[in-house]
């Protein structure tokens, strides 16, 4: 049993920052893969940046060199900085985590789920 809420998403101009937090409480231990997705309205969710619980990290080529993925193990939290947004990051963006190696994360579905929080980026 896994709970995640999001925090920090807003609204922003193109070329700001945000810092999104993610807060896992609940049997955390073991949690070894962790990850934000995104779906922008009319369009499929997308796996945006993930992290395992060595560091180890992956990003989708729409965010790379803009976006950070970090975890504090000990705090239990997943954080996503966000640099040089632009409008198409405007999207609602989801934490997700699994007992699982991020390599094996296309065979299981991510079973913990947040809420979601909204990112808005203006021109």
């Known amino acids: 049993q896994v709970q995640l809420v999001e925090s920090g998403g807003g609204s922003v101009q193109a070329g700001g920052s945000l810092r999104l937090s993610c807060l896992a409480s609940g049997s955390t231990y073991s949690t070894y893969c962790m990850a934000w997705f995104r779906q922008a309205q009319g369009k499929e969710r997308e796996e945006a940046a993930v992290?395992?619980?060595?560091?180890?990290?992956y990003y989708a080529d729409s965010v790379k060199g803009r976006f950070t993925i970090s975890r504090d193990n000990a705090k239990n939290t997943l954080y996503l900085q966000m640099n040089s947004l632009k409008p198409e990051d405007t999207a609602m963006y989801y934490c997700?985590?699994?007992?699982?190696?991020?390599?094996?994360?296309?065979?299981?579905?991510?079973?913990?789920w947040g809420q979601g929080t909204q990112v808005t980026v203006s021109s």
């Open positions: 992290i395992g619980r060595d560091g180890t990290t």
């Open positions: 997700a985590a699994a007992r699982i190696s991020c390599s094996v994360r296309y065979i299981s579905p991510f079973p913990y």
